[in-house]
């Protein structure tokens, strides 16, 4: 068993620009051509465009100093105000990643860099009136014996639940949206409808949808009332299909390594190759992520999420949130920094874009950034998602498997 360890922490939606084929992806009818999650956020906050609860040049000079800012100006071109190493020399590794899945989709971007590219194409919902069919409402009704289901149609989910709660309060129906993504969501009160029961109907209509390849069904809980207002809560879960083939995850379990899974990880990969599932809120999360470098064993592997940078910030178009989410992920980092052991690798990296800046709500194509720590410095230059399963493979001295190379 090595006693080295390797950490892989996805900074949801925290792309970089610069995607080969941006223009066949779109939010709108506006394709995702130059955006640039990172740069625009950086250079909204220079402009002082960016003040609503912080003020300022973005102030995240861990992750600036480790080469985020180069990975951005070699994905995209793009100057990022106030990420440039303050050394002119980043400490870590540094590069940027692009997907070669058709999809800019959390599935796809996970599972690609876990060494599994997509080899389909997914299916999405038609934005119209009425998004989904008859036949699957009726079945959604049927499953939790409910009269019938609410919504239907494209959504935001805060708008959705805002629009729809009193109604699905009153007569008991299940608010049923979607979104760009491929993705089949279930908006219920945990009190009024029930948490176990949400539960247990996104798990049930979820074979139907996966037959139909659509990549998840999301239950999506919230609490309140009229007077007070509606918030959705922690208790999300998310049913994904699963992969066509085994990830890194499978790979490391196979070898007799422990897998965490923290966040939504577990969800993404149906639990497959995952040892221990970790989950809250990003704060939480953080936490969760600090405690497994205290306790995890060598030789050991964990898979990390932060869900909020997208959730919370990219999809509402909150570019102060989003910056603010940065800088608070980036305090984080010297408290990730000291828990690090000798032949500890911790790779900082995005599953896509979410340019707040950008129009629509949807995720954007982009490239990503790949920051390693614990390896020394450098630049990796422009590689692929696959490969940074393929460098955690080597690293933990794992069997090769997928079309990935490490850059190790």
């Known amino acids: 068993m090595t006693h080295k360890r ?10 970089c620009g610069g995607a080969s084929d941006a223009d066949q992806f779109f939010n709108g009818d506006r394709p995702d051509t130059g955006a640039n ?44 105000p106030g990420l440039g190493a303050p050394s002119g020399m980043p400490e870590g590794l540094w590069g940027a990643a692009s997907e070669v899945s058709k999809g800019k989709d959390t599935p796809s971007g996970h599972w690609e860099i876990a060494g599994v590219p997509v080899p389909w194409d997914w299916h999405y919902f038609p934005d119209q009136d009425v998004s989904f069919s008859d ?3 009726t079945e959604v009704a049927r499953l939790c014996g409910a009269g019938g289901t609410l919504c239907n149609r494209h959504g935001s989910g805060t708008a959705v639940i805002d629009e729809f709660a009193e109604e699905h309060i009153k007569n ?5 949206y979607t979104s760009a993504d491929s993705v089949f969501q279930i908006a219920a009160h945990e009190e009024h409808f029930g948490l176990d029961r949400l539960q247990k109907l996104c798990a049930d209509i979820a074979p139907i949808l996966h037959e139909m390849k659509v990549g998840r069904v999301i239950a999506r809980p919230f609490i309140g009332d009229a007077e007070n207002g509606y918030q959705r809560t922690v208790n999300r879960h998310d ?3 699963a992969p066509p083939s085994d990830t890194l995850c499978d790979v490391a379990q196979n070898a007799g390594r422990h897998v965490y899974a923290i966040g939504k990880i577990g969800d993404i990969f149906s639990m497959r190759g995952i040892d221990e599932n970790r989950k809250g809120s990003d704060c939480a999360l953080m936490g969760h992520l600090l405690d497994v470098m205290e306790e995890a064993p060598e030789g050991s592997f964990t898979f990390a999420n932060f869900v909020e940078f997208d959730s919370l910030f ?18 984080c980092l010297p408290d990730i920094n000291a828990r690090m052991r000798e032949g500890d690798l911790v790779f900082f990296t995005a599953d896509h874009g979410n340019d707040p800046t950008w129009s629509g709500t949807d995720h954007t194509r982009e490239r990503v950034p790949v920051i390693a720590l614990g390896m020394g410095a450098g630049e990796i230059g422009l590689i692929g998602f696959s490969d940074i399963a393929a460098s955690v493979a080597a690293h933990l001295d794992l069997p090769a498997f997928g079309p990935g190379t490490s850059f190790l």
């Open 6 to 15: 390797a950490f892989l922490v996805v900074m949801d939606s925290v792309g």
């Open 37 to 80: 999650t990172l740069a625009h956020i950086a250079q909204a906050c220079a402009d002082g465009l960016a003040e609503e609860g912080r003020s300022g040049a973005l102030n995240t000079p861990h992750l600036a100093a480790s080469g985020i800012g180069a990975a951005v100006r070699l994905a995209s071109g793009a100057e990022a």
């Open 135 to 137: 036949d699957l409402m």
């Open 172 to 176: 008991g129906w299940p608010i049923c």
């Open 239 to 241: 049913y994904a299909i």
């Open 314 to 331: 990219g999809h509402r178009r909150d570019v102060s949130g989003y910056a603010s989410a940065l800088e608070w992920f980036d305090s």
